[in-house]
């Protein structure tokens, strides 16, 4: 059936072609008119030479898809790509479902009102069983049902993370309990340093003053005010500490 010039040119819009043969179709008029053809004539000779020349392209190869209807129920299954080679009969489930899980968003092309296709060349990777195909092509029929399998198999993932989540804190806290202890003993240490720093300091000042000013000092006396000093020094310095804090507590607060 010859096409009409509307058809012609939707046709060629849609195979995009259609500014190639509009130039041609012009020219071919101009050349008719040149050779002293009427215009009308010209016209309906320059359709006619263009739906000669461009033809309907031949239709694009079906793709490799496994067509399913709106109940789910496949109606002309295709095989899977020739290059996944043959595939075992089943593997690990959660294998199976998480290659679903993984791969139907870009499988599966559902079309309200026209069933689904099932795009099996654009899998990421091959199936890793038969028992997946069929699991894909159950979600493709009842969506709900496989997310109910997904559902059921995180959790176990889910409880999994949690105890080793659970573990990394216990380790965090024992690492803290560690450098906490480390920390007393070392603050213990630096102030029984710092103690002995001062006595020893006060212990030579006395004696410097009992040589200079011939006193005599007796040694229970000399102990207790070097005890006395060194723990007027660790009050004062705690003092200074909570008195910095404060300080920087109003700065922060300004």
């Given at each position: 059936m010859q096409e009409s010039k509307i058809e012609l040119t939707e046709r060629l819009r849609r195979e995009d072609r259609w500014?190639?043969?509009?130039?041609?179709?012009?020219?071919?008029?101009?050349?008719?008119r040149a050779d002293g053809m009427k215009r009308a004539e010209a016209s309906e000779e320059g359709w006619r030479r263009i739906a000669a020349e461009y033809p309907p392209l031949p239709e694009p190869e079906a793709e490799e898809t496994t067509p399913i209807d709106a109940e789910g129920d496949s109606m002309t299954p295709t095989p899977y790509p020739a290059s996944w080679g043959l595939l075992p009969h089943s593997a690990k489930f959660e294998d199976e479902v998480d290659w679903v899980h993984q791969n139907r968003a870009v499988v599966v092309e559902e079309r309200p009102g026209c069933g689904v296709r099932v795009h099996w060349d654009r899998a990421r990777r091959p199936a890793p069983s038969y028992g997946a195909i069929s699991l894909m092509e159950f979600s493709c029929s009842n969506r709900k049902g496989f997310m109910d399998i997904l559902a059921r198999l995180r959790p176990a993932e889910n409880e999994k993370d949690e105890a080793n989540i659970q573990r990394e804190k216990m380790s965090i806290g024992e690492i803290r309990e560690i450098l906490k202890q480390f920390n007393e003993r070392r603050d213990e240490a630096l102030l029984a340093d710092a103690h002995q720093g001062v006595r020893d300091r006060v212990g030579v000042t006395v004696d410097d003053w009992a040589r200079r000013f011939g006193l005599t000092v007796p040694k229970d006396a000399q102990a207790a005010l070097e005890t006395l000093v060194a723990e007027l020094v660790h009050v004062c310095g705690a003092v200074s500490?909570?008195?910095?804090?404060?300080?920087?507590?109003?700065?922060?607060?300004?």
């Open positions: 500014g190639e043969a509009s130039k041609r179709k012009d020219e071919i008029i101009r050349l008719l500490d909570v008195e910095s804090a404060e300080n920087d507590a109003s700065s922060a607060g300004a």
